[in-house]
Nanobody, 125 residues
C-alpha cells in the first residue's frame, strides 16, 4: 500500500485547509485510515481515523467540531477538512493505513502499517 498526502500549507488562525491522502496498491486490505500529526520533539499524535468500509469515525477531543474526516472509496482517498484552525494545530500531518481487523478503530500510531510522506500545516496569528 502506498499513500500520498497533499494539501498542507500556511493559513491564518481561524482559517481552513483540506488535506487529502490517496492510496494505491493493495487498498482492499485497508481496515482503518488515520491522520496523525507531529511537532519537533514530540510524539506523533492521533488526530482522526475512519473505518474504510463502514465510514465510522474517531476524532481526537481537541479537533472535534473543527475537523472532519471522510473517505471516497472509489477514488481511494481520505480527506481531513480542518476548520477554525488554531496555532496549536501547526504540525506535520501524516496519513496512515491499518490492515489489521479489530473491533475498535485504531488510534495509536503503532497500530498503523503504512504511512504517507507527511504534509506541513502552519497556522499563523
Amino acid at each position: 500500500v502506498q499513500l500520498q498526502a497533499s494539501g498542507g500549507g500556511l493559513v491564518q488562525a481561524g482559517g481552513s485547509l483540506t488535506l487529502s491522502c490517496v492510496a494505491s496498491g493493495r487498498t482492499l486490505m485497508i481496515f482503518d485510515f488515520g491522520w496523525f500529526r507531529q511537532v519537533p520533539g514530540k510524539e506523533r499524535e492521533f488526530v482522526a481515523a475512519i473505518r474504510w468500509t463502514k465510514g465510522i469515525v474517531e476524532m481526537e477531543d481537541s479537533v472535534k467540531g473543527r475537523f472532519t474526516i471522510s473517505r471516497d472509496i472509489d477514488k481511494k482517498t481520505v480527506s481531513l477538512q480542518m476548520n477554525s484552525l488554531k496555532l496549536e494545530d501547526t504540525a506535520v500531518y501524516y496519513c496512515a493505513a491499518d490492515l489489521f481487523r479489530a473491533a475498535e478503530i485504531a488510534t495509536s500510531p503503532h497500530m498503523y502499517d503504512y504511512w504517507g510522506q507527511g504534509t506541513q500545516v502552519t497556522v499563523s496569528s
